[in-house]
């Protein structure tokens, strides 16, 4: 096998201390190979002393699981090579489902327990946590929490490109919430956002839809019990933002990547005590960059 490490002058996995401090990374909407150029060298260099007990989660629409399974039952071509590319990271790469999946294939992979939580196995070091299970992570308790609407359904076909298991069923949306109120998280990681938060991110051309609204009665269900969330972490918008409202620190993400570990609200403090909201860092990258740094892979 080729030593991918020294070819790209990285740190050799194999001389690295296992982690006693696992670092957990966050990041949005990765569309099979669409918008995973944020995970090349220069832009998420973190990676480089990064080991398997750390984790990057992608916050839903992941897309490695499209074309999904030939008639033999075998992979197709451009499934595996997505998924190469993640099991060929330093890290372990766990995502959540979005809407943009290919349900029926993912239903496909065996069952595990990763970190305390059921998760799909998709190479040994990929996996998909399944809906309302909590992650047991450097001391954290991360609820996950797939699913969303595709806005653009209409114009899909069923089972192709659309799949209506985008939305949790009733029995997933109770599993979910039972363990929220079992495990009490500190962080929170969906793929969708409570309708509630829109208006905090000047999404104003939204319309509820059954998932946030849904996420609106959970976030009323985590005040009332005094359930400690600290940051719920979101993606689906392709936005990088930020808000506080009631206490939690609300993010969307898109191309940023942020370590949950050494999260520090203040960082995003403005002086006069108000947070900013950031800007889509994709207006800020000309296609020059775009191109160049897809070819450090
Ligand atoms: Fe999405």
Redesign the pocket.
């Known amino acids: 096998m080729k030593e991918y490490w020294r070819e790209n002058s990285l740190v050799n996995p194999n001389e690295l201390e296992f982690g006693t401090h696992p670092y957990v990374c966050v990041t949005g ?1 990765t569309h099979a190979d669409m918008d995973w150029m944020k995970l090349n060298m220069q832009r998420f260099p973190e990676q480089k002393t990064m080991t398997r007990n750390d984790v990057l989660i992608i916050a ?2 992941f897309g490695g699981i499209w074309s999904g399974r030939n008639d033999d039952g075998s992979e197709s071509r451009s499934d595996d090579y997505f998924l190469k590319f993640y099991e060929m990271r330093h890290f372990t790469t766990l995502f959540i489902d ?3 999946e290919n349900f029926s294939a993912l239903a496909s992979y065996p069952v595990v327990e990763y970190a305390g939580a059921k998760c799909h196995q998709i190479r040994p070091h990929v996996y998909h946590v399944m809906r309302g299970e909590v992650l047991h992570i450097a001391g954290h308790r991360i609820w996950c929490m797939g699913g ?1 609407e ?1 806005n653009d359904k209409d114009r899909r076909i069923p089972y192709k490109s659309w799949w209506p298991e985008e939305i949790p069923t009733e029995e997933e949306w109770r599993h979910a919430e039972k363990m929220l109120l079992k495990e009490r998280p500190d962080i929170i990681i969906t ?2 956002a409570p309708y509630k938060v829109y208006e905090a991110f000047n999404m104003y051309g939204y319309h509820p839809n059954p998932v946030s609204e849904r996420f609106d009665r959970i976030f009323g269900m985590i005040r009332r019990n005094e359930i400690p969330v600290m940051t719920w972490y979101f ?4 936005k990088d933002r930020v808000a506080e409202i009631d206490g939690i620190r609300f993010r969307c993400l898109f191309q940023k990547i942020e370590a949950a570990r050494c999260l520090n609200p203040e960082y995003y403090r403005l002086p006069d005590g108000t947070l900013t909201a950031e800007l889509n860092w994709g207006e800020d990258v000309g296609a020059e960059r775009w191109w160049n740094d897809s070819l450090k892979f």
């Open positions: 909407d839903g629409d979005g809407n943009h969303a595709s793929h969708e993606g689906h918008h392709h």
